[in-house]
């Protein structure tokens, strides 16, 4: 079901709005090293301020344990999203409480609060209804806006809660992009469709496989995850990562693919898992004992390169060998150049791949970078999302 987003608000001169953002953003020393997921709001954030929106914005960083810590403090993200937008951000102490209200009731149009990590009270994973209730009454917010993809897949006070004591409920501009590209995989895809899957387990993406089987013209499967199939195929593994309780299900899914699944011919492997340790290309049917796969070889990535270039709808997520390895990265880097070089409506999910389009600047060639790990997968496997299921439906 469509959901409606904030181009269907009416006026927004001075609404008070609880925007729900992804700013988990990787944070060392106090200082940020990577914003995308700040520039992916910006967005959102500049078409509700346009409008004379007053806002408090809401986030969760880490997973803080014990409550308040500095280390998870939103603060370095306050500095940061001031500059991005040209305008002052107020930081408030907390998420809830007589500060919060002070600094909320001081906003004026198109003024922006950021609140605290809401994860530093423990009620917020709990999606504790008295604690989403504090987060609106305190902000004085009359409309929720989710933005936060990324999260989107957790019922969570924040994510969830919030949209029970609010009349409106609608997606922001990154969560509207996110359903439409990853809702195309789903939804009569354009053909051909070939999806690649990579990654280390079988069973962080068995769910996936089984959603996209009947969907796609082609499965490309890589990364450690595909030794879990060479395994049911009756190929030597050696120290290769495999699933041993996952052999059946691999095999049961190459049965029921009917050839859609195409998996590695040759590939790289080594004699341990190192950076530095001695390597060689062989066929995937072969492994010499106490040797592991650590990626795809040449030919496969040539393979894999081709069924992309035929392709009018391409969907990559998880890399296809030990991509954090310069030595085991050529194979995810030659389906990142292959997505680039396509003509096709390209996706991309997943830390890994979407590491390694921006690593080599390439990733505005690419139709959709989702910013949403688990959240991607799970959508992917036809799974409701809570924090866009209690959205208002268009």
């Known amino acids: 079901m469509p959901k409606q987003t904030i181009r269907d608000l009416g006026s927004l001169e001075g609404t008070t709005i609880f925007v729900r953002v992804d700013f988990n953003v990787p944070v060392k020393d106090g200082k940020i090293t990577d914003d995308t997921r700040i520039r992916a709001s910006l967005p959102t954030l500049e078409h509700l301020l346009k409008g004379g929106a007053r806002l408090a914005l809401a986030s969760h960083l880490g997973r803080p344990k014990k409550g308040p810590s500095p280390e998870f403090s939103l603060k370095p993200v306050a500095a940061r999203l001031s500059e991005q937008l040209g305008r002052p951000v107020e930081m408030a102490p907390d998420c809830v409480g007589d500060d919060v209200r002070k600094l909320a009731g001081t906003l004026s149009n198109g003024s922006v609060l950021l609140l605290e990590n809401v994860r530093f009270h423990p009620e917020e994973e709990k999606n504790d209804p008295a604690f989403a209730k504090r987060l609106i009454e305190d902000t004085g917010a009359h409309v929720f806006v989710n933005d936060a993809f990324g999260s989107a897949h957790r019922a969570h006070a924040s994510t969830e809660g919030v949209s029970h004591h609010v009349n409106t409920s609608v997606a922001g501009l990154l969560m509207e992009k996110e359903i439409k590209y990853l809702g195309m995989a789903l939804d009569a895809p354009e053909r051909p469709f070939v999806a690649i899957l990579g990654g280390a387990k079988v069973s962080d993406k068995i769910q996936v496989i089984e ?3 009947p969907r796609v013209d082609s499965l490309l499967i890589g990364g ?16 290769s990562l495999v699933e041993e309780d996952k052999v059946d299900l691999a095999g049961s899914l190459l049965q029921k693919a009917q050839g859609k699944i195409r998996l590695p011919t040759d590939h790289v492997v080594a004699a341990e898992f190192k950076a530095d340790a001695a390597s060689k290309t062989l066929p995937a049917s072969e492994v010499p004992e106490g040797w592991m796969g650590l990626d795809i070889g040449p030919a496969s990535a040539k393979a894999f390169a081709e069924a ?3 392709a009018r709808l391409v969907l990559w997520n998880g890399p296809m060998g030990v991509f954090e390895m310069a030595r085991f990265a050529e194979g995810t880097l030659a389906v990142a150049r292959a997505l680039a070089a396509s003509g096709a409506t390209t996706i991309v999910g997943g830390g890994d791949s979407v590491a390694a389009v921006t690593q080599m600047g390439l990733a505005h060639k690419i139709t959709h970078v989702s910013t949403g790990g688990g959240a991607s997968l799970e959508f992917l496997a036809g799974d409701p999302l809570p924090g866009v299921a209690c959205l208002n439906d268009a």
């Open 211 to 213: 959603s996209l089987l």
């Open 308 to 310: 992309v270039a035929k």
């Open 224 to 239: 450690g995850m595909a030794y879990t199939f060479f395994k049911a195929q009756g190929f030597a593994t050696g120290k």
